[in-house]
């Protein structure tokens, strides 16, 4: 089992930063792929970016791409998003969820349904 928490949310103006944190606990972390996710009112969960066990493969939706940057420290059992240039269509819940993949890609990366485990989410408001 591993159990995930998310930390890091808030309310900023458009144009801000804000580094969201996924921190695992729980048996052991090694060897787990992490996906961030978003949900926003009203609108279905989608993918935002992934990380491989090793840091050494990033994937990212294209919404975010040049602005969000995903990284993890595995020592620290701890995954990150670092988020910038932020915009109000990036408010949402956002939620981190590990999962185990013989191999990845940006298919696997990005397919919600592939993950096994969640965390509760955080929630980012970005005000224009």
């Known amino acids: 089992q591993v159990q995930l928490v998310e930390s890091g949310g808030g309310s900023v103006q458009a144009g801000g930063s804000l580094r969201l944190s996924c921190t695992a606990s729980g048996r052991t972390f090694s060897g787990y792929a992490v996906g961030w996710f978003r949900q926003a009112p009203g609108k279905e969960r989608e993918f935002v970016a992934g990380?491989?066990?090793?840091?050494?493969?990033?994937y990212y939706a294209d919404s975010v791409k040049g602005r969000f940057t995903i990284s993890r420290d595995n020592a620290k059992l701890t995954v990150y998003l670092q988020m910038n240039t932020l915009k109000p269509e990036d408010t949402a819940v956002y939620y981190c969820a590990a999962a185990r993949f013989g191999r990845i890609n940006t298919v696997i990366a990005s397919t919600e349904q592939n993950y096994n485990y969640w965390g509760q989410g955080t929630q980012v408001t970005v005000s224009s």
């Open positions: 990380i491989s066990w090793t840091g050494g493969s990033t």
